[in-house]
């Protein structure tokens, strides 16, 4: 009897595992495309699309140590006299916890900033909820690489 109590028991998570991979993969699906998003959407400083993807709530550290909230980093965006021509990302892992989604990665910004060419490499890593039915971003966080 106990040995089938066991079984049963065992059996449970497995039955539920696929329905969870599932989920976990639309949730890392919506996430990586709401990322590309927002390296588009910065690109071209369009601060109405990067406000429908921030949190109230949300905290950016900036490369410098800066601490932004949503409107001082739309506002940044909005006011930016570096001109960034594009933005590249490489996702390096992707966890999904239930209704969290942590992004972790590299990327390659190229743009202008006082007339002058600059390349900047860094490390980030954004932090996704489900709020309503709609992931949001609530906290990201870049680190410049240093060559």
């Given at each position: ?50 406000d429908m993807i921030f949190d109230e709530s949300m905290i950016y550290i900036d490369e410098d140590g800066t601490l ?74 870049s680190t410049p690489i240093l060559h």
């Amino acid at each position: 009897m106990v040995a089938m109590i066991c079984c049963l028991a065992a059996n449970i998570p497995a039955q539920d595992k696929p329905a969870q991979d599932k989920n976990d993969g639309a949730a890392r699906s919506k996430v990586l495309a709401l990322e590309s998003i927002w390296n588009m959407a910065e690109e071209k400083g369009d601060v109405r699309a990067l406000d429908m993807i921030f949190d109230e709530s949300m905290i950016y550290i900036d490369e410098d140590g800066t601490l932004l909230n949503k409107a001082r980093f739309l506002a940044h965006v909005k006011g930016s006299v570096a001109a960034v021509q594009s933005i590249t990302t490489q996702t390096i892992g992707v966890h999904v916890y239930g209704e969290t989604v942590v992004v972790a990665g590299t990327y390659r910004a190229k743009g202008l900033a006082g007339g002058k060419a600059y390349v900047r490499e860094g490390r980030f890593m954004d932090t996704w909820v489900l709020r309503r039915g709609t992931w949001v971003c609530v906290v990201a966080q870049s680190t410049p690489i240093l060559h």
